[in-house]
């Protein structure tokens, strides 16, 4: 199913979507984490002015940036303010939080993401560099810098942070296998990627088969993912496994692999989730809308303050009962 389009920072969608959220027992806490959870659900569904009014709320009741359930609020206030168009607050509020801490590097990311869609290259390129300065060993920073111009169209700008990882990639073979990739050096990317795998790296098996499969050599891609599958796995893997199938739109497998590792009874709470919504997924893909629904609204009842979930319920609602039927 085509997903709508809908004006988000995608680094900024990662963030909210691992961020912790935190349980305090106060009724001032409860109160305010309700507001913040109201204001995810508000954000899923397109209402940011309505979830912006309630992150707002959330931080009348707890405006210290220097913990984590008021950190989490300024972060949903500016993803909200920054989707309801407004730029000149999400900066503001991505402001507050490097003035509370300067080594804030996730903010200095993210702010930098809408000045350059403000087309304000001069700001965006000066907090790019203090998140090279704060992290200049993290080289997947440097790679998300890279997208982030990529994704607004200044490519060559963001360049010169491919090849500073490639310059300083050591044993980092995943990191440095992505570069290339960028780069279209395809053949030494696959080289990195390899190398990666054998450093025990199992996050490279996707972009590795990624590529043989773009380079149209499938009987390696099927060699790679079988080599995959006879490994020991965890949860994670099968999260990975379960990827990989969906990208290469073999959406049988990719059930029959979900529906396997949600037989294990090693799966932590982490792996069991992603599993979950993998599930919802290759339903999804395989237009079978109704076991999908039920799977998205079993789902929400264990993890209710899953925004991209109430979303994907909202689509599916929509495929089941399309307007005009």
Do not use: H, P, W
């Given at each position: 199913m085509q997903k709508k389009k809908i004006r988000l920072l995608?680094?900024?969608?990662?963030?909210?979507?691992?961020?912790?959220?935190?349980?305090?027992?106060?009724?001032?806490?409860?109160?305010?984490?309700?507001?913040?959870?109201?204001?995810?659900?508000?954000m899923?569904?397109?209402?940011?002015?309505k979830a912006q009014d309630l992150f707002e709320q959330a931080l009348e009741?707890?405006?210290n940036p220097k913990n984590s359930s008021g950190l989490d609020s300024y972060y949903y206030k500016?993803?909200?303010?920054?989707?309801?168009?407004?730029?000149?607050?999400?900066i503001a509020t991505y402001s507050e939080l490097i003035k509370a801490d300067a080594k804030n590097?996730?903010?200095?990311?993210?702010?930098?993401?809408?000045?350059?869609?403000?087309?304000?290259?001069?700001?965006?390129e000066a907090d790019f560099n203090q998140v090279s300065q704060l992290k200049p060993n993290d080289l997947m920073r440097q790679?998300?810098?890279?997208?982030?111009?990529?994704?607004?169209?200044?490519?060559?700008?963001?360049k010169v942070?491919?090849?500073?990882?490639i310059d300083h990639e050591g044993e980092d073979y995943l990191s440095g296998a992505k570069a290339k990739d960028y780069f279209g050096q395809t053949d030494a990317a696959a080289s990195d990627y390899q190398a990666a795998v054998r450093a025990g790296k199992n996050e490279a098996y996707r972009p590795l088969?990624?590529?043989?499969?773009?380079?149209?050599?499938?009987?390696?891609?099927?060699?790679a993912l079988a080599e995959y599958k006879h490994k020991k796995l965890s949860g994670e893997d099968y999260h990975n496994i379960v990827s990989i199938q969906l990208d290469r739109a073999a959406y049988e497998d990719a059930r029959a692999d979900v529906d396997k590792a949600l037989e294990s009874k090693s799966l932590n709470a982490g792996e069991k989730r992603k599993l979950l919504s993998d599930q919802v997924a290759c339903l999804e893909r395989l237009c079978q809308y109704d076991e999908a629904q039920a799977k998205a609204e079993a789902y929400l009842k264990l993890y209710p303050k899953d925004g991209e979930m109430i979303r994907e319920l909202k689509l599916i609602e929509y495929a089941r009962n399309p307007i005009g039927e």
């Open positions: 995608t680094a900024a969608l990662l963030f909210a979507a691992i961020m912790a959220m935190t349980g305090c027992s106060s009724a001032r806490s409860q109160e305010e984490d309700e507001d913040r959870t109201e204001g995810i659900c508000a899923a569904q397109g209402s940011y002015g009741k707890n405006s500016a993803i909200a303010q920054f989707n309801s168009g407004d730029e000149d607050g999400a590097v996730d903010a200095y990311f993210l702010r930098a993401n809408v000045y350059l869609s403000k087309q304000n290259a001069d700001a965006a790679l998300f810098i890279y997208e982030s111009y990529r994704k607004y169209g200044q490519e060559d700008k963001g942070y491919l090849q500073y990882v088969i990624a590529l043989l499969d773009r380079q149209q050599r499938k009987d390696e891609a099927d060699a």
